[in-house]
């Protein structure tokens, strides 16, 4: 190795270097070209491991030549990276561009669902009169359920709720929220006026009025001197509230066990108002929940003397009502969560 040697190889390689910038088709082949040529392993590096082997004389000369190439092959590195930046600059620019006139995206509402909805309108409208919203279990036992509600086992009246049992012993998924009644007069103080909504399960066929899952709406009031006579005041409240001024209403005679007497509370017919349509059966009367003064047994198991206290209670199904209000014809459409008739409902 002699210095005209060493001077030919720094040469040599910035015409190379030189020739490969100008091939380098972007930034990316710039910045590998760097490392390749300038880099702690790179070819100039091994070009000067040579000046070593020079005489000691030479060796600033050759040290001057290696400054010069290095800053010059610097210089042609960082003009081609200027150029070649510019140029992908400049075409992300115009592939980015914005069209402000693009239709937004619609933004999805949420929306209550009309089991919910209807629920929330029947805690509001016996709001005013005093109701207090409770909460009672889903998962029950046989004597909250059935016992406590004067339906001792293997009585006839238990064919009226077909029953999903759960794996422990003795208990089932309540088929009614009137066990809540229970719970409510064993832990408040009459008087009492207490509304349990919640979820009830059956063991039923389904169709377009039964299904295997719903909601009901269960309401107690218990204080001294209470009678049939307030029930069908309140009830009458509610149906005016919930369905319009003036509707008519009656009482008709029913069964439940708990109640005694018990009766079914019907408004006149929403879609025909009175003559009789397909809708109310000819009747002129839809049904919408069940009702009773509370038996005296049922007291008795609340823990209250039924010679002092009397009570009245209902229950009534949220779907039912909102089918009534919004004229919807089938149960399970409460059930599917289809979005399309979901998104009715604000
Ligand atoms: N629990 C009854 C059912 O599921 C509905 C009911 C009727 C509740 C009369 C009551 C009532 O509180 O007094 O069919």
């Known amino acids: ?68 190439v290095r800053g010059a092959i610097e210089g042609e590195i960082g003009a081609r990276r200027t150029e070649l930046g510019a140029a992908e600059l400049e075409s992300r620019l115009r592939a980015e561009t914005t069209d402000v006139t693009t239709p937004g995206r619609p933004i999805r509402r949420g929306s209550l669902h009309p089991s919910i909805e209807a629920m929330a309108e029947i805690a509001r409208i016996f709001g005013q009169f005093g109701f207090v919203v409770y909460e009672s279990p889903e998962i029950e036992d046989d004597e909250h359920n059935f016992q406590m509600l004067n339906i001792p086992p293997d009585h006839p009246a238990r064919d009226l709720w077909d029953t999903l049992y759960v794996d422990v012993p003795g208990h089932l998924l309540r088929t009614h929220t009137s066990p809540g009644q229970i719970h409510v007069m064993r832990t408040v103080k009459p008087p009492i006026r207490a509304l349990l909504p919640g979820r009830c399960f059956r063991y039923e066929a389904i169709d377009a009025s039964h299904g295997t899952e719903f909601f009901q709406v269960e309401g107690l009031m218990v204080d001294e001197g209470t009678t049939l006579g307030d029930l069908r005041g309140l009830l009458d409240e509610f149906a005016h509230a919930m369905f319009g001024a003036g509707k008519k209403t009656r009482f008709r005679p029913g069964y439940y066990p708990f109640t005694e007497p018990s009766v079914a509370f019907d408004v006149e017919c929403l879609v025909c108002g009175g003559p009789g349509c397909p809708a109310c059966k000819r009747t002129g009367w839809m049904t919408i929940l069940g009702a009773g003064m509370v038996h005296p047994v049922v007291l008795r198991h609340g823990g209250l003397d039924p010679e002092r206290y009397q009570g009245f209670a209902f229950g009534m199904g949220p779907e039912r009502i909102s089918m009534l209000r919004h004229r919807i014809h089938d149960l399970r459409l409460f059930l599917e969560n289809d979005l399309r008739f979901l998104g009715q409902f604000r």
């Open 1 to 68: 190795m002699d210095l005209a040697q060493l001077t030919r190889d720094l040469e040599a390689l910035v015409e190379e270097t030189r020739a490969a910038l100008a091939a380098a088709p972007d930034t990316a082949a710039v910045e590998a070209l760097e490392v390749e040529v300038l880099g702690k392993k790179g070819r100039l590096t091994i070009v000067l491991r040579g000046i070593g082997q020079l005489p000691a004389e030479e060796r600033p000369l050759v040290g001057a030549v290696a400054n010069r």
